[in-house]
Every structure is written in structure tokens, then in C-alpha cells.
């Protein structure tokens, strides 16, 4: 529980100042922009520094969709990809409470710069 409400925290926060901290590459849109300080916030401690500590590394998102298939073998699409998101998927946890829509496609969107 005290994880769902951190995450909770971090998204809500992400949100109400999505450009705040968030020293992205200019040739990102708006909407990546918001998607890197999403994906900094929530995703790279796991996907990047795996400063937690995993056993079991969690798998690089860089280039996800120049691939044909996800990590797990499911083709590389936006909706499964969202599906991940809101379902979890191993060690991932669900973000379905902690991520409205606009956050999700704004997420997807950065990972479909590759990660600048």
C-alpha cells in the first residue's frame, strides 16, 4: 500500500507541473516532454538505474518501438504497451489508479522518441 501511494504522489505531481524539472531535448513535443518526467519520476529508477535492487533486471525500454515485439514477445503496439501499464506485468506493479489516460499516451509518446 505505502508503494500505491508514492507512486500516486509522484504522478499527481507530475501533472500538476509537468514541466518542472524536466531538462528534456528540445526536439521533444509538449506532450513527450510530459512523458520524459513521467518516465523520470516513475520509470527509471527501475528500467534505468535499478537502484532497488532487482535480481531480475527490468528490461531496457530504449528503442521500444524500433523492435518488433516487446521484451516479454508481444508485438510492440501502443495498446499493448498501455495494456502493461494498466495491468502490470512481473515485478511491474498496475498504474491503472496512479495514471489517467493523458499520462499513459503522453508516456507512450516519449517512448516512441527512444528515449532522448
Known sequence: MLLKIGW?????AAVAAP???????PSL???QAQG????????????EENDLHFKKVPPNLHGLFKRNTLPDGAPATDAEVE???VAGKGMMPSFAYQMTKQQMDALI???HSGLR
Open 83 to 85: 495494456r502493461v501499464l
Open 8 to 12: 500516486m504522489a509522484i504522478f499527481s
Open 109 to 111: 509518446a516519449y517512448l
Open 36 to 47: 520524459k518526467h513521467l518516465y523520470d519520476m516513475g520509470c527509471a529508477h527501475c528500467h
Open 19 to 25: 514541466g518542472v524539472g524536466c531538462h528534456s531535448a
Open 29 to 31: 513535443t509538449p506532450r
